[in-house]
């Protein structure tokens, strides 16, 4: 099971009701559960190092609950009850532009529409784009360039 296929699956449980999924396949376990419709918790444990992964896995999961509100107050004050939030889908590393001398791909005022590439997260050496899911016009980003992030973590302000 590769990287987009996880993805897929997190995106499908965040628009179901169902409240845990385990797959198991030859050396490879993956359990996602499910709390309020947010998914709480993602472990992807190759079985061979089942305990190391575990724990870099589980640690993480915890700390959007107290990230997010944070992140979220600076932008309370400028009209927060029509913006829209763009969010990291996973845990990784933060990059605005697709290298250290390219033009960031998108910057406060630009206008997004679902399925342009707003920032790269990198995670286990994969660059993955993270593509805009609403249309309208980017108010504020929330995060530094090649900062780390965890799942969910705000990343942009979108003003539809």
Partial sequence: MDFKQIQELVKMINKSNISELSI???KFKITIKQKDNEVQQVIAVPAPVAPVQAVAAVAPAAAPAT???VAAA????????????IKSPMIGTFYRSAGPDK?????????VAPG?????????????????EVSGKIVK???DDASPVEYDQPLFLVEP
Avoid at 74 to 85: E, F, G, I, R
Avoid at 103 to 111: K, L, R
Avoid at 116 to 132: D, G, Q, T, Y
């Fill in 74 to 85: 600076p932008a309370a004050p400028a009209k927060a009850d029509n913006l829209v939030t």
């Fill in 103 to 111: 033009a960031p791909f998108v910057n406060v005022g630009d206008e």
């Fill in 116 to 132: 342009k590439v707003v920032c790269i997260i990198e995670a286990m050496k994969l660059f993955n784009e993270i593509e805009s």
């Fill in 67 to 69: 990230a997010a509100p």
């Fill in 24 to 26: 198991e396949q030859d």
């Fill in 141 to 143: 980003v929330l995060v």
